[in-house]
């Protein structure tokens, strides 16, 4: 039995390979193929987009759609421009960066060939450290310590830079970069200060709360006036008291929007399906329980509409489908 066990899990593992390998907005007996780029283990993309790409595909048979495992939003958009994703999630900053040409992706050729197709949620920046460091109560206080952005090539590392920047503190910081799992482990043996992580509850720090009780580090009035001069599409908001079971209080912080986007290639059908299931409100309480992060998805298209990218025409059917007013910046060239 043990024999047929492991036979049967390597056979799983060429199989996912092989989705892999045949991904790509590509059809194949009738189901299109579509690689979901998510983020890196211990974050909360890789288990958002790992349930919802299930989710979808087990909900329409004519799409087959692959949680892809990556750095995150930075790294999501840079797969993107290369032709290595088909959807995928974003930050708000870095789409904007992939599309004007600057930030992340200063110095590289705009890219143009993508489309959104809805909003999923507010997240929430925030640092974190051990309860006992008593050394550590302001972001200030960073100056001389060893603080993880987050994992190279993610939205999350992009926005610890950002505003550990827009306070001048970042060029006084010991500055790392490590997967969630890596630095909740090496927060919890003390080998590194603090890390900064994006969307709340992060998986890796619920862990490390169960076993060492952490503190979150919240930029003050004067911090946020800094950060929102230097970063207009960033917001205050707070992570509510509990979200971590050591936080007994709200703690103001950093948020942003986080889109789900598509190649603009991608099949104007399988966008239109994908959301179909998606964004089906009689779906949500089944979604919110996949993660929480996609008990929010839907249309915001008040915040897109001052947004420089278009959306796909597979959602300006659906939008319009369902009653919504589609704003006249919104719709792509290819449907004028």
């Known amino acids: 039995m043990r024999k047929w066990g492991k036979v049967l899990i390597i056979g799983l ?6 989705g892999t390998l045949f991904a790509g907005g590509k059809k194949e007996g009738g189901r299109e193929f579509i690689r979901f780029g998510g983020g890196a283990p211990g974050g909360s993309w890789f288990a958002t987009v790992g349930g919802f790409a299930s989710y979808l595909s087990s909900n329409n048979p004519d799409l087959n759609i692959t949680a892809v495992s990556t750095g995150g939003s930075a790294d999501n958009n840079r797969q993107a421009a290369r032709g290595q994703l088909d959807t995928w999630l974003t930050h708000a900053l870095t789409a904007y960066d992939l599309w004007t040409g600057v930030g992340e992706f200063d110095g590289e050729t705009p890219y143009k060939d993508f489309r959104l197709i809805s909003g999923v949620y507010e997240s ?17 206080d960073f100056a001389g310590k060893s603080v993880v952005m987050g994992n190279t090539g993610s939205g999350g590392a992009i926005n610890s830079e950002n505003i550990l920047k827009a306070l001048g503190i970042f060029d006084k910081v010991d500055v790392r970069y490590m997967g969630w799992d890596d630095a909740g482990r090496a927060l919890q043996d003390g080998r590194i200060d603090a890390a900064g992580a994006s969307s709340a509850p992060a998986s890796a720090v619920v862990t490390l709360d169960a076993q060492r009780p952490i503190k979150l580090i919240a930029p003050t009035n004067d911090d946020f006036s800094k950060i929102m001069k230097a970063f207009p599409s960033y917001s205050k908001s707070v992570i ?27 099949s104007e059908k399988a966008v239109y399906d994908m959301m179909t299931v998606g964004l089906d409100p009689a779906n949500l309480k089944e979604l919110g329980s996949i993660h929480h992060n996609l ?10 509409s001052t947004f420089p990218v278009y959306l796909h025409p597979g959602a300006v059917k659906y939008y319009r489908e369902k009653g919504f007013t589609v704003p006249e910046s919104l719709i792509p060239p290819e449907m004028k």
């Open 295 to 304: 008990k929010t998805i839907g249309p915001y298209l008040e915040q897109m």
């Open 124 to 140: 929430h920046h925030h640092f974190v450290t051990l309860a006992s460091k008593t050394d550590i109560n302001s972001l200030s």
């Open 13 to 18: 593992i060429l199989l996912l390979a092989a």
């Open 240 to 266: 509510k008291a509990g979200t971590y079971s050591s936080v007994k209080e709200d703690s103001p912080c950093v948020s942003f929007l986080v889109y789900w986007a598509a190649q603009k290639n991608l």
